[in-house]
């Protein structure tokens, strides 16, 4: 089955910083899709950035981008120029070809002024 | 606006006393699924609907029922609540063939 791993449970960076959240999953197919998502503490599910895995180029929006390594199965989030409205829960989150998707346990960022 | 609706935000029951969250998409996406989320857990998948009247279990769909009679809406059924099932529940859906989600606002569910 498959799994996501988010390795840091909370995450801290200055305003105006760069920060990097780790995510690594496992799986047996070639073909997926990989997310960020940002949750606020309105709890709002919201989608930052989108991987698809057979696209070798880097997703990037904005100041949000990811390193993905498909051989090591590795897919972090680089937020640049870090902003008080980044502070929030973000998951890493998996799917393939329909089937549900599968989320890492999150890390909580915390934006310091 | 596109976007998915959930009733109610807020619940506080009893245990055992039978509920339903509702769920309802404009954007008539043929998948639909529910989840729940827990501290250090993530959010896991309770149930999911790739089209009328087709459901399906995810990870966690004890004590949970759900129905898909028309494409729009998707209800959460709990029969028999119980503690374990406080939680933070989300509805989402998608078009088949999008792997892209979208998420409902977030029911935050009380058992007590």
């Known amino acids: 089955a498959q799994t996501v791993t988010q390795s840091q449970p909370e995450m801290s960076v200055q305003e105006a910083e760069t920060v990097t959240l780790s995510c690594t999953y496992d799986?047996?197919?070639?073909?997926?899709?990989l997310f960020w998502y940002k949750q606020p503490p309105s709890r709002q599910m919201i989608l930052v950035i989108r991987q698809e895995a057979y696209k070798q180029q880097n997703a990037t929006e904005n100041r949000f981008s990811v390193n993905f390594q498909k051989a090591a199965k590795s897919f972090s989030l680089k937020i640049s120029d870090s902003q008080l409205g980044d502070a929030a829960m973000y998951f890493c989150a998996y799917r393939y070809n329909n089937n549900d998707m599968r989320f890492g346990a999150g890390t909580r960022l915390t934006v310091k002024p | 606006e596109a976007q998915v609706t959930q009733n109610p935000r807020y619940l506080i029951t009893v245990t055992g006393k039978k509920l339903t969250v509702t769920c309802s998409q404009n954007m008539n996406h043929e998948y639909m699924s529910w989840y729940r989320q827990d501290p250090g857990l993530g959010l896991r998948q309770i149930y999911y609907?790739?089209?009328?009247?087709?459901?399906d279990k995810g990870d966690v769909p004890e004590g949970y029922k759900v129905s898909r009679k028309e494409k729009r809406n998707f209800p959460l059924i709990l029969e028999s609540p119980s503690p374990n099932q406080t939680s933070l529940y989300f509805c989402?859906?998608?078009?088949?063939?999008?792997?892209?989600?979208?998420f409902g606002p977030g029911t935050r569910l009380t058992v007590l």
């Open positions: 609907s790739m089209n009328v009247e087709v459901t």
């Open positions: 799986t047996s197919e070639s073909d997926y899709y």
């Open positions: 989402a859906s998608s078009r088949l063939g999008d792997n892209e989600q979208f």
